[in-house]
C-alpha cells in the first residue's frame, strides 16, 4: 500500500521566463486549473494520504494548496538539483511513496500502473514524446534501469521516456540520499535522475529500478513555452477523454443510505486481493480504526469494526453493553428506537420504552425525569431518526444520564460524519455507525465506538452474543490486529477512501454541503406548498419528509420513475400515521444536483 507521495517542486523553472518570475511551474494552469492541483487531486483520489512539496522557488505559493500537505523547504534550492529538494523531504518519508516532478500533466492510470506494480522500485516510462527535453533510460535485459540521459546518443537500447513519476521504497530514497552525499563536491546540482539511474545500477547493495513502460502514455513535462503549448492542444484533451472513460455513470441517490460514492471510493476496491490475515491488511484496518475515532470526539476512543451492517452495530451495543442486572430505557420516536426495543426484547433484556412523536421534538424534561424515576442504568437513543429527519437532543439527555450515573447508547447510524460529534461533550458512552452513510464509502463495515473508561467494564458482562460481541471484538483486534471473522476487505479499502476524503472536507465541511442541498430543497418545498412532517428547527437537515400532495392524481411510483429516469432515486414515507415522500441530502452530492432534482419536483408538481 502507497501511502505517501514527494513532489518535488523547488526549481526556479527559469526556461519559462516570466511566467515563472515570481510563481513556480506548478502554478501554470491547464483547463483554468494549476497543474500541481491537478496532480494532488489525482494522488488522493489514488489512495494518498499524505503528500509531501519539497518546496523552493516562491515557496510561499503552496500554502494555498488543499488536502493533507506537508511543505518541506529546500533553503538552498537555488544552488541544488532536484536531489537537493528531494534530500530534504527524506526524513518525512514513512514508507513506500510516488515521487513525481510538479511540472507534470498525466493520465492518473499511471498512478494505478505503479501502486499495482510488483517492483517496489519502479519508475514510469513512455514511448516517444518528441518533445526536445527527453530523459532517454536504458534496461539491463530484466528491465532495470541502467542508465538515464538527455543525450539520447549516450543510450544503447532505448527502454523508453522517463516520465518523471516513479514508486520507491525508503531504502531505494535512503541510498540515494547517500549518492547525493558522496558526490556534493563534484555533482553539487544533481537532478534526481542521476541519483535514481546511479543506485539502480551499482553493483553492491543494489536497488534495481524497474522501467515500467506505457507506450502510448499520455503525458507532458512543461519547462518551455513549446512545452506548454504542446501540452495544452495536443495532450491536455486526450487525458481528460481518457480520465473519463473511467467514469461510472452517475445515480444521485436522494434515499436515506446508502448514499451516493465518489468513483475514487467505488474504484478503490478494484485492488490486488490479499488474505486479511497479512499484516499489510491490518495496518489497514487500524488506520481506519483510528482515524474513525478520532472523528468522534478527542477524548480516549475506540472504535471496533465488525462486518455487518447499521443494525448490526445498533445489536452489538444493546446485546453487549448492558450487565445482568441492568436496567435499560429505550427512547422510542421512530423505527430505530423501535428497532433498538426489538432487539432487547430479543435478547431478554430489562428495558422499557419511553414512546414520543415521531415528528414533534421530545419534550427533554420529561425524559430527564422518567431516567430518573425508573432507576435505569443504561439509556438508548437515536440521535438522528432517519425514518422523519427529526433530530433529538441526544446530547442533551445524554449529559444528564452521564451526570448521573447512567451509561448511553447512541445510534448515530445517520448523524455520524455530518452533524459533529465529541463524545466526551456529549455524553456518548457508546455509537454506533455504519460506512454507507455520511462517511460516503460503501455497505457493509459496522462500527461501534467507544468511550475508553465504559468499554473495559464489558469486560466482565455476560456473553449474550457470539459474532457480535462488543468486548471480544475490540480485545482480539488490539491483541492481533485482526477481526475474528472474515472482514469485507473490499469494503474496507472503499472506506479508506472514503476516510481520506472525509478528512479533507472536515465533517463541518461536510455539513455545510449537506445543509446547502437542503436548503435548496426546503426553498423549493415552500414555493410549491407542500409541507414538511416535522417542524424545521428540529430537523437534522440530512433527510426531509414531505408530506404528500393533496391531488388524486399524485402517485409516488410516478415521482420516482420520474426521477429515476433522471438519475435522481426517492425514497417512500416510514410511517403509518401520515403520508409522505422522503428526500435525503447525504452522501457525494452537490448542491446543483438537488437544484436539478427540485426542478424535476416542481415539474412534476405542477401536472397535479
Ligand atoms: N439506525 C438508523 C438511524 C438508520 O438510519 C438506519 C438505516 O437507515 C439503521 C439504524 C439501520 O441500518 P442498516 O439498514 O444498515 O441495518
Ligand atoms: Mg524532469
Ligand atoms: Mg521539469
Known amino acids: 500500500m502507497i501511502r505517501q507521495a514527494v513532489i518535488m517542486a523547488g526549481g526556479l523553472g527559469s ?34 494520504e499524505e503528500i509531501i512539496i519539497g518546496t523552493g522557488h516562491c515557496a510561499d505559493w503552496f500554502e494555498r494548496l488543499e488536502g493533507n500537505i506537508r511543505l518541506v523547504h529546500n533553503a538552498r534550492y537555488a544552488e541544488t538539483g532536484s536531489m537537493g529538494t528531494l534530500a530534504c523531504c527524506a526524513p518525512f518519508v514513512k514508507g513506500d511513496f510516488l515521487l513525481l516532478e510538479s511540472d507534470l500533466i498525466y493520465d ?5 500502473v505503479l501502486v499495482n506494480e510488483r517492483h517496489k522500485n519502479a519508475a514510469l516510462a513512455s514511448g516517444p514524446t518528441n518533445s526536445g527535453d527527453e530523459v532517454y533510460l536504458e534496461a539491463d535485459a530484466d528491465g532495470f ?4 540521459s538527455k543525450n539520447r546518443a549516450d543510450i544503447c537500447a532505448l527502454a523508453g521516456e522517463l516520465v518523471g513519476i516513479s514508486r520507491l521504497t525508503p531504502a531505494a530514497l535512503e541510498a540515494m540520499v547517500s549518492y547525493l552525499d558522496a558526490h556534493s563536491a563534484d555533482m553539487p546540482n544533481m537532478e534526481y535522475e542521476a541519483a535514481l539511474a546511479a ?7 543494489r536497488m534495481p529500478v524497474f522501467v515500467r513502460k506505457i507506450e502510448r502514455y499520455l503525458w507532458r513535462e512543461i519547462d518551455c513555452e513549446a512545452h506548454l503549448v504542446a501540452a495544452q492542444e495536443s495532450v491536455y484533451p486526450y487525458i481528460q477523454e481518457a480520465e473519463s472513460l473511467l467514469s461510472v455513470r452517475r445515480e444521485t441517490l436522494l434515499n436515506p443510505g446508502p448514499a451516493t460514492t465518489a468513483d475514487s471510493v467505488k474504484y478503490a476496491q478494484v485492488c490486488a486481493d490479499i488474505c486479511p490475515r497479512e499484516a499489510e491488511f491490518g495496518d489497514v484496518m487500524d488506520w481506519i480504526s483510528t482515524e474513525l475515532s478520532l472523528f468522534a470526539g478527542k477524548g480516549r476512543i475506540e472504535t471496533a469494526l465488525f462486518g455487518g451492517s447499521g443494525t448490526a452495530a445498533d445489536e452489538v451495543m444493546i446485546s453487549s453493553c448492558i450487565p445482568e442486572n441492568g436496567k435499560l430505557l429505550i427512547i422510542d420516536n421512530g423505527s430505530y428506537g423501535e428497532r433498538f426495543a426489538k432487539i432487547a426484547s430479543a435478547y431478554g433484556l430489562n428495558f422499557d420504552v419511553y414512546k414520543s412523536s415521531s415528528f414533534l421534538p421530545l419534550d427533554v424534561d420529561r425524559v430527564k425525569q422518567t431516567a430518573l424515576d425508573g432507576m435505569y442504568t443504561h439509556f438508548a437513543i437515536v440521535y438522528h431518526e432517519t425514518t422523519t429527519g427529526l433530530l433529538n437532543p441526544a446530547p442533551e439527555l445524554c449529559r444528564f ?15 455520524f460524519a455530518a452533524i459533529p460529534i465529541d463524545m466526551d461533550r456529549d455524553g456518548f458512552d457508546f455509537m454506533a455507525s455504519t460506512s454507507n452513510k455520511n462517511i460516503q464509502g460503501m455497505a457493509g463495515v459496522a462500527f461501534v465506538f467507544c ?11 455476560p456473553m449474550r452474543n457470539y459474532y457480535l460481541n462488543l468486548w471480544d471484538q475490540y480485545a482480539y483486534f488490539k491483541k492481533a490486529r485482526q477481526m475474528r471473522f472474515t472482514p469485507p476487505v473490499q469494503t474496507l479499502y472503499a472506506l479508506r477512501q472514503a476516510i ?6 472536515t465533517i463541518a465541511g461536510r455539513y455545510a454541503r449537506y445543509s446547502a442541498c437542503w436548503e435548496i430543497l426546503v426553498h423549493t418545498i415552500k414555493r410549491l406548498n407542500l409541507n414538511m412532517l416535522v417542524p424545521e428547527e ?66 412534476y408538481i405542477r401536472t397535479l
Open 199 to 205: 543506485v539502480s545500477l551499482r553493483t553492491e547493495n
Open 401 to 415: 444520564c452521564h451526570e448521573h450515573g447512567i451509561t448511553t447508547i447512541v445510534d448515530a447510524v445517520s448523524a
Open 15 to 48: 526556461r519559462l521566463k516570466e511566467r515563472t518570475v515570481s510563481m513556480p511551474k506548478g502554478f501554470i494552469e491547464i483547463g483554468g486549473v494549476p497543474i500541481i492541483k491537478q496532480s494532488i487531486k489525482k494522488l488522493i483520489s489514488t489512495g494518498v
Open 538 to 603: 428540529a430537523q437534522s437537515r440530512l433527510i426531509t419528509a414531505i408530506i404528500e400532495p393533496d391531488s388524486p392524481k399524485y402517485r409516488f411510483d410516478d415521482l420516482h420513475d420520474r426521477a429515476r429516469d433522471a438519475g435522481f432515486t426517492i425514497y417512500p414515507g416510514k410511517l403509518s400515521a401520515a403520508a409522505t415522500f422522503r428526500i435525503a441530502n447525504i452522501g457525494d452530492i452537490r448542491p446543483e444536483e438537488m437544484s436539478g432534482f427540485t426542478l424535476l419536483l416542481e415539474r
Open 500 to 505: 481520506i476524503e472525509a478528512k479533507l472536507e
Open 145 to 148: 534501469l541502467l542508465r538515464q
Open 108 to 112: 492518473a492510470a499511471g498512478l494505478r
Open 451 to 461: 468511550r475508553k473508561d465504559a468499554l473495559e467494564k464489558l469486560k466482565t458482562y
